[in-house]
């Protein structure tokens, strides 16, 4: 039996798509995931439902009647409940203020009812995860902290939906075993619920149906039997039968060119110690939130270290700001473009040659023809689709974005290229030839340092990978041994 | 960049218009030394909006509230040096621009490497100068007279055009060639746009900040000290009136208060439309209490066409 | 303890234990009931308005107006009786509407028509103006003497003005308790956390314009019983002090994290620093000067602090 269901839902930011008829429907009892590559829409058709974002076409009905909710409040009052992928909490009110904001028990008199409050949120957030402090301010907490906190915010709403968006990205193991509990608590009370995630395993054990996103369209909806059907699940997603073998460069290596002997970011970590060749690619894998990121960025200046030493070219280097390294021929592709990579606001030009501006002694004066250049140089070199290089970054797509983030460093990695998960929420064929520029970078005898979430492009581009566990390297894979089993198997080797 | 063209020749035009309306309503109001006062007013009005434009483009919630103070600064130990004579001029100039950076600098880095909101740490520093001054004028007793050369330059015009306003234009041109064209300019824009981009780009974040506000304690010192010539003498509170009018200027000519964008074209345009729309309000014959809130109505008008233009873009 | 750090009260309240000691120290008959009191009715004004203040800035705006708001209803005060023959009651009744109308037009203008509030509210600052000029071009007119001889007063040995500050800022307390004072916190810490959680950001932002003038009529109400008389450049002074008061008090202009107390205390603090000066024998021009210097002091302490938090 339907409880909410969305027709045709089509929503437009500027001049992007970001839905274009997406449906679903959300039946009692049930979970429901819904899955997608990046940029299919899926948050955004979240948002529609939980009355954050309105549509600019489609319908949507609960319990059968047509309704529109153009506010959270408004959602919230059909019991339209969502706990978002990046927590939203008020930094300086404590947990429990923060739990019931918007919805606040009122007691005597109209006033907050604090001790009610105070019980009913201490009880909630056992059950995900006991002995929590309700009094910490949220701003204190850890992102897996505030994840929790997020999430029972939305179970003390007594929902008749639930949405989780990608809920499980900072737990522990433990504590999705309790989150799945109270989704299933949930569920026999009738409630439905939607689970937004990129973790199969999770989603063949919670759900019973799946919704495909693709470019905004949903390209599939079935209910899961006992084995979720993987080939059939990515090609979905992918749009392509199957993804093309990435074809490797014979590459030449060369002598050392980094070099770390215990490289850590706070004093309890060991440290990391590896070297790195001219013309390799060496990849670091693991677990999610092991340290791989932050080796990079401490290794390109923007962290500060705690221990531990790094040489290039056999010369010991101090990274103590990004302007230390880049000058050392040494450059990072930061994990985040939106925040760390591109000024949004500005031209592909611009952007493509702020780093060399920063770092160019002479001329004081912008060589501008030099940079219209050097600009198209990259544009072709990168396969960037834009009408030209003065079009601003933020009317380019997610991968050709990603181009230039990585674009702007091509003429300055000299010694080392450093990369943190490039190809994130980039679609296939721009991942083909942002990797294809990166095996070039290589061939012309910079060292490349890549992490990547991906086991798979780790295996596909790599000649050695480093397995990371807190901030150690736990194992080293080369040729044969360098396999998917092996690469998790140490992943998980030090793991309660 | 035409878009900015677009917002200053708006702001131009509305300019013009205002003048042209406001003959009809005065005659005279578009009299040579009545528009020759117009430009006057504007140019040092425009200069102090260059102070702001800098500090907002480098972003960070950026403002100067000392502008004020630091042209009381170079107008009154300005005078205090020149003793009225012109051959002092040039050393004494170089002198208060000095200061003026300094106390700049001061801002800079209690806002780059204390992280102290801008409005709070210029506003501070606003109070320390200014109560500087008035110890330094009242212990000192300081000479308060303009030297000839001032009054030429801030009174006095060029084939029609007053030297001030020509002035206004080549620092003007000097500034929007700097921040466009120089390789520090897009540090300061990339700063405003993305401090973290810039920061991991290769850009020393903190020096870029400190140097905003030193540039704009420099121009606001040497502008005070211009304008000695125009009022024919250094007195308290000299600056004070330009301080929140400079804000308001820049805003109205298309600064963004959060940065990396916006360009100064548009903002000097703007300071020859409110110098216009101020003067049209006092010759009309209303009483103060009639142009204040004539005055402020006409603002508030003003941000809502601004807000409906940039939601257009 | 705990609650006082939360709320970053704890610079704010020992600058002003610091200024309060030294004070006494130059002037030992501070501790006078007479003294104290007088003290109190000096420095009301400014702890209301800098309350007013510290209202707006926790829900994330600011108001450049709250000086001129304070002239235009001084004026109206002063005036409204020899204007429309009005007696006390009925002024009284008038000047609080509009200080309500006021407070109304801003929050209008930056919560819902979103305006950024440093620049509106100077527009609306010279709005206030022109009534206050409109109200007494020149500084006269007369408020009823019943109200200063009330206000000079006091009730059980307690000084009006000071049950005047207490109630206003123990109102504020109260409304703590209530989902909207709590709101209006959460919308200044994190405006996007606060609408997700279906608050209203517009109306609580609204509403606390509309709560925050109200503490600007009382401020001009103990003003307007002191001078009992209208000016308009009475107010001028009182936008700039409020803003460091507020700075002061631990209040961070971000938004959503300090408490209107510490913006109290740091007026009383900002009240006791001009008598350090006087009894020190400083001539008063030096008071500019100090004014900025305490700014600064309190400022290093404020991110002293906080930087040792954040590590």
Same mark, same amino acid.
């Given at each position: 039996?339907?409880?909410?269901?969305?027709?045709?839902?089509?929503?437009?930011?500027?001049?992007?798509?970001?839905?274009?008829?997406?449906?679903?429907?959300?039946?009692?009892?049930?979970?429901?995931?819904?899955?997608?590559?990046?940029?299919?829409?899926?948050?955004?058709?979240?948002?529609?439902?939980?009355?954050?974002?309105?549509?600019?076409?489609?319908?949507?009905?609960?319990?059968?009647?047509?309704?529109?909710?153009?506010?959270?409040?408004?959602?919230?009052?059909?019991?339209?409940?969502?706990?978002?992928?990046?927590?939203?909490?008020?930094?300086?009110?404590?947990?429990?203020?923060?739990?019931?904001?918007?919805?606040?028990?009122?007691?005597?008199?109209?006033?907050?009812?604090?001790?009610?409050?105070?019980?009913?949120?201490?009880?909630?957030?056992?059950?995900?995860?006991?002995?929590?402090?309700?009094?910490?301010?949220?701003?204190?907490?850890?992102?897996?902290?505030?994840?929790?906190?997020?999430?029972?915010?939305?179970?003390?709403?007594?929902?008749?939906?639930?949405?989780?968006?990608?809920?499980?990205?900072?737990?522990?193991?433990?504590?999705?075993?309790?989150?799945?509990?109270?989704?299933?608590?949930?569920?026999?009370?009738?409630?439905?619920?939607?689970?937004?995630?990129?973790?199969?395993?999770?989603?063949?054990?919670?759900?019973?149906?799946?919704?495909?996103?693709?470019?905004?369209?949903?390209?599939?909806?079935?209910?899961?039997?006992?084995?979720?059907?993987?080939?059939?699940?990515?090609?979905?997603?992918?749009?392509?039968?199957?993804?093309?073998?990435?074809?490797?460069?014979?590459?030449?290596?060369?002598?050392?060119?980094?070099?770390?002997?215990?490289?850590?970011?706070?004093?309890?970590?060991?440290?990391?110690?590896?070297?790195?060749?001219?013309?390799?690619?060496?990849?670091?894998?693991?677990?999610?939130?092991?340290?791989?990121?932050?080796?990079?960025?401490?290794?390109?200046?923007?962290?500060?270290?705690?221990?531990?030493?790094?040489?290039?070219?056999?010369?010991?280097?101090?990274?103590?700001?990004?302007?230390?390294?880049?000058?050392?021929?040494?450059?990072?592709?930061?994990?985040?473009?939106?925040?760390?990579?591109?000024?949004?606001?500005?031209?592909?030009?611009?952007?493509?040659?702020?780093?060399?501006?920063?770092?160019?002694?002479?001329?004081?004066?912008?060589?501008?023809?030099?940079?219209?250049?050097?600009?198209?140089?990259?544009?072709?070199?990168?396969?960037?689709?834009?009408?030209?290089?003065?079009?601003?970054?933020?009317?380019?797509?997610?991968?050709?974005?990603?181009?230039?983030?990585?674009?702007?460093?091509?003429?300055?990695?000299?010694?080392?290229?450093?990369?943190?998960?490039?190809?994130?929420?980039?679609?296939?064929?721009?991942?083909?030839?942002?990797?294809?520029?990166?095996?070039?970078?290589?061939?012309?005898?910079?060292?490349?340092?890549?992490?990547?979430?991906?086991?798979?492009?780790?295996?596909?581009?790599?000649?050695?990978?480093?397995?990371?566990?807190?901030?150690?390297?736990?194992?080293?894979?080369?040729?044969?041994?360098?396999?998917?089993?092996?690469?998790?198997?140490?992943?998980?080797?030090?793991?309660? | 960049?035409?878009?900015?063209?677009?917002?200053?020749?708006?702001?131009?035009?509305?300019?013009?218009?205002?003048?042209?309306?406001?003959?009809?309503?005065?005659?005279?109001?578009?009299?040579?030394?009545?528009?020759?006062?117009?430009?006057?007013?504007?140019?040092?009005?425009?200069?102090?909006?260059?102070?702001?434009?800098?500090?907002?483009?480098?972003?960070?919630?950026?403002?100067?509230?000392?502008?004020?103070?630091?042209?009381?600064?170079?107008?009154?130990?300005?005078?205090?040096?020149?003793?009225?004579?012109?051959?002092?001029?040039?050393?004494?100039?170089?002198?208060?621009?000095?200061?003026?950076?300094?106390?700049?600098?001061?801002?800079?880095?209690?806002?780059?490497?204390?992280?102290?909101?801008?409005?709070?740490?210029?506003?501070?520093?606003?109070?320390? /100068?200014?109560?500087?001054?008035?110890?330094?004028?009242?212990?000192?007793?300081?000479?308060?007279?303009?030297?000839?050369?001032?009054?030429?330059?801030?009174?006095?015009?060029?084939?029609?055009?007053?030297?001030?306003?020509?002035?206004?234009?080549?620092?003007?041109?000097?500034?929007?060639?700097?921040?466009?064209?120089?390789?520090?300019?897009?540090?300061?824009?990339?700063?405003?746009?993305?401090?973290?981009?810039?920061?991991?780009?290769?850009?020393?974040?903190?020096?870029?900040?400190?140097? /905003?506000?030193?540039?704009?304690?420099?121009?606001?010192?040497?502008?005070?000290?211009?304008?000695?010539?125009? /009022?024919?003498?250094?007195?308290?509170?000299?600056?004070?009136?330009?301080?929140?009018?400079?804000? /308001?200027?820049?805003?109205?000519?298309?600064?963004?208060?959060?940065?990396?964008?916006?360009?100064?074209?548009?903002?000097?345009?703007?300071?020859?439309?409110?110098?216009?729309?101020?003067?049209?309000?006092?010759?009309?014959?209303?009483?103060?209490?009639?142009?204040?809130?004539?005055?402020?109505?006409?603002?508030?008008?003003?941000?809502?066409?601004?807000?409906?233009?940039?939601?257009?873009? | 303890?705990?609650?006082?750090?939360?709320?970053?009260?704890?610079?704010?309240?020992?600058?002003?234990?610091?200024?309060?000691?030294?004070?006494?120290?130059?002037?030992?008959?501070?501790?006078?009931?007479?003294?104290?009191?007088?003290?109190?009715?000096?420095?009301?004004?400014?702890?209301?308005?800098?309350?007013?203040?510290?209202?707006?800035?926790?829900?994330?705006?600011?108001?450049?107006?709250?000086?001129?708001?304070?002239?235009?209803?001084?004026?109206?005060?002063?005036?409204?009786?020899?204007?429309?023959?009005?007696?006390?009651?009925?002024?009284?009744?008038?000047?609080?509407?509009?200080?309500?109308?006021?407070?109304?037009?801003?929050?209008?203008?930056?919560?819902?028509?979103?305006?950024?509030?440093?620049?509106?509210?100077?527009?609306?600052?010279?709005?206030?103006?022109?009534?206050?000029?409109?109200?007494?071009?020149?500084?006269?007119?007369?408020?009823?003497?019943?109200?200063?001889?009330?206000?000079?007063?006091?009730?059980?040995?307690?000084?009006?003005?000071?049950?005047?500050?207490?109630?206003?800022?123990?109102?504020?307390?109260?409304?703590?308790?209530?989902?909207?004072?709590?709101?209006?916190?959460?919308?200044?810490?994190?405006?996007?956390?606060?609408?997700?959680?279906?608050?209203?950001?517009?109306?609580?932002?609204?509403?606390?314009?509309?709560?925050?003038?109200?503490?600007?009529?009382?401020?001009?109400?103990?003003?307007?019983?002191?001078?009992?008389?209208?000016?308009?450049?009475?107010?001028?002074?009182?936008?700039?002090?409020?803003?460091?008061?507020?700075?002061?008090?631990?209040?961070?202009?971000?938004?959503?994290?300090?408490?209107?107390?510490?913006?109290?205390?740091?007026?009383?603090?900002?009240?006791?620093?001009?008598?350090?000066?006087?009894?020190?024998?400083?001539?008063?021009?030096?008071?500019?000067?100090?004014?900025?210097?305490?700014?600064?002091?309190?400022?290093?302490?404020?991110?002293?602090?906080?930087?040792?938090?954040?590590?």
């Amino acid at each position: 039996m339907s409880i909410l269901t969305a027709r045709g839902v089509v929503k437009r930011f500027g001049g992007v798509v970001a839905l274009n008829g997406a449906e679903i429907s959300l039946s009692a009892g049930r979970v429901g995931g819904l899955l997608g590559a990046n940029g299919a829409g899926k948050s955004v058709l979240s948002a529609i439902l939980a009355g954050e974002i309105t549509p600019d076409e489609g319908e949507m009905s609960f319990d059968g009647r047509p309704i529109s909710h153009p506010s959270p409040r408004a959602a919230r009052d059909h019991g339209i409940v969502i706990a978002h992928q990046h927590a939203s909490l008020v930094p300086d009110l404590p947990v429990w203020e923060n739990l019931f904001l918007g919805a606040e028990r009122r007691g005597w008199l109209g006033l907050i009812d604090r001790e009610g409050s105070r019980t009913a949120a201490a009880e909630t957030l056992a059950r995900l995860s006991p002995d929590f402090d309700i009094d910490r301010l949220a701003g204190e907490l850890s992102s897996a902290e505030q994840q929790l906190v997020e999430i029972a915010r939305a179970l003390l709403r007594k929902p008749r939906v639930l949405i989780l968006d990608e809920p499980t990205a900072s737990l522990a193991h433990a504590e999705v075993d309790r989150l799945f509990q109270e989704i299933r608590k949930l569920a026999a009370e009738g409630a439905a619920t939607v689970f937004i995630s990129h973790r199969l395993p999770e989603v063949q054990e919670i759900c019973d149906d799946v919704v495909v996103l693709r470019n905004g369209q949903t390209v599939g909806s079935w209910s899961i039997g006992d084995k979720l059907d993987h080939d059939r699940l990515l090609s979905l997603m992918t749009g392509e039968a199957e993804v093309a073998a990435h074809q490797r460069l014979v590459r030449d290596i060369g002598p050392v060119v980094l070099e770390t002997t215990g490289l850590a970011v706070t004093p309890r970590h060991e440290g990391a110690t590896l070297t790195l060749r001219r013309g390799e690619i060496v990849g670091l894998a693991g677990l999610q939130g092991q340290g791989q990121e932050e080796i990079l960025e401490a290794l390109a200046g923007g962290r500060r270290i705690a221990a531990g030493r790094v040489r290039v070219e056999g010369g010991e280097v101090r990274p103590r700001r990004p302007s230390d390294m880049i000058r050392h021929g040494v450059c990072l592709v930061p994990g985040d473009r939106h925040r760390q990579g591109l000024f949004i606001g500005q031209s592909i030009e611009e952007n493509l040659d702020y780093p060399s501006a920063c770092v160019r002694r002479r001329p004081w004066i912008l060589p501008f023809a030099e940079i219209r250049r050097r600009a198209l140089e990259i544009i072709g070199r990168l396969g960037i689709k834009t009408s030209g290089p003065t079009q601003e970054v933020a009317a380019l797509s997610g991968g050709n974005q990603q181009k230039v983030v990585i674009g702007k460093w091509l003429p300055l990695a000299t010694k080392v290229l450093l990369l943190s998960d490039p190809a994130k929420g980039v679609d296939v064929h721009a991942k083909g030839e942002i990797y294809a520029a990166v095996e070039g970078l290589a061939a012309d005898g910079a060292g490349v340092l890549l992490y990547a979430s991906d086991f798979q492009e780790l295996l596909s581009m790599c000649d050695r990978v480093l397995v990371v566990y807190d901030g150690r390297i736990v194992g080293e894979f080369a040729g044969e041994t360098m396999t998917e089993f092996n690469l998790l198997a140490a992943s998980f080797g030090r793991a309660a | 960049m035409t878009a900015f063209l677009r917002t200053g020749g708006l702001l131009l035009a509305l300019s013009i218009v205002l003048m042209v309306l406001g003959n009809f309503v005065t005659p005279g109001f578009l009299s040579f030394t009545q528009v020759s006062t117009q430009l006057k007013i504007s140019a040092f009005l425009g200069l102090f909006a260059l102070c702001q434009t800098f500090v907002l483009i480098a972003g960070g919630e950026g403002v100067d509230l000392s502008v004020g103070a630091n042209g009381s600064l170079g107008g009154i130990v300005g005078a205090a040096l020149i003793q009225g004579q012109d051959s002092a001029v040039l050393p004494v100039a170089i002198l208060m621009g000095l200061a003026g950076a300094a106390v700049g600098t001061v801002s800079g880095l209690g806002v780059a490497l204390f992280g102290v909101p801008p409005l709070v740490m210029t506003l501070a520093i606003a109070s320390i /100068v200014n109560g500087g001054l008035i110890i330094f004028e009242s212990i000192a007793q300081p000479a308060i007279a303009t030297s000839p050369f001032l009054a030429q330059l801030a009174g006095r015009t060029t084939l029609g055009v007053p030297n001030i306003f020509l002035l206004w234009i080549a620092i003007g041109l000097a500034a929007v060639w700097f921040l466009s064209a120089t390789a520090w300019g897009r540090k300061i824009f990339g700063t405003g746009a993305n401090a973290k981009v810039a920061l991991l780009s290769g850009t020393h974040v903190r020096m870029v900040k400190i140097s /905003v506000y030193a540039i704009s304690g420099l121009i606001a010192a040497l502008t005070g000290f211009c304008l000695i010539g125009y /009022v024919g003498a250094a007195f308290l509170g000299l600056g004070d009136a330009y301080v929140l009018s400079s804000i /308001v200027v820049a805003v109205i000519g298309g600064m963004s208060l959060a940065g990396g964008r916006g360009s100064y074209v548009g903002v000097a345009a703007a300071a020859i439309l409110i110098t216009v729309l101020t003067s049209l309000l006092t010759t009309m014959q209303i009483s103060e209490a009639g142009r204040q809130i004539i005055f402020g109505c006409i603002l508030v008008v003003f941000l809502l066409l601004n807000r409906h233009l940039d939601r257009a873009h | 303890m705990r609650a006082l750090r939360h709320a970053g009260l704890l610079p704010s309240l020992g600058m002003l234990i610091v200024v309060f000691a030294i004070n006494v120290a130059l002037q030992p008959h501070l501790l006078t009931r007479g003294s104290l009191s007088s003290n109190i009715a000096t420095f009301a004004p400014t702890i209301l308005v800098s309350a007013a203040q510290a209202i707006i800035v926790l829900s994330g705006e600011l108001d450049l107006s709250v000086g001129t708001g304070v002239s235009m209803l001084n004026c109206a005060l002063a005036t409204l009786p020899e204007l429309v023959g009005w007696g006390l009651w009925p002024t009284l009744g008038a000047t609080f509407a509009i200080a309500v109308m006021a407070g109304a037009t801003n929050g209008v203008l930056v919560a819902y028509v979103r305006l950024p509030s440093l620049i509106v509210t100077f527009a609306t600052s010279a709005i206030w103006f022109g009534i206050a000029l409109f109200f007494r071009p020149q500084p006269g007119g007369s408020v009823d003497q019943v109200f200063g001889d009330f206000y000079a007063g006091s009730v059980w040995g307690v000084p009006i003005a000071l049950i005047l500050v207490l109630v206003a800022l123990g109102l504020w307390s109260v409304l703590q308790r209530y989902p909207l004072g709590r709101q209006l916190l959460a919308v200044g810490g994190n405006p996007v956390a606060a609408f997700h959680a279906g608050i209203d950001v517009r109306w609580v932002k609204f509403c606390g314009y509309c709560i925050a003038w109200c503490f600007v009529y009382l401020g001009s109400l103990a003003i307007s019983a002191q001078t009992l008389s209208g000016d308009s450049r009475l107010g001028l002074p009182y936008t700039l002090t409020s803003v460091a008061a507020v700075v002061i008090g631990g209040i961070s202009l971000a938004g959503g994290r300090g408490s209107v107390w510490g913006a109290a205390f740091g007026a009383i603090a900002l009240g006791l620093v001009a008598n350090v000066i006087y009894f020190a024998g400083i001539p008063s021009i030096y008071q500019e000067f100090f004014k900025g210097i305490v700014i600064c002091i309190a400022l290093s302490f404020t991110f002293i602090v906080g930087r040792r938090k954040a590590a």
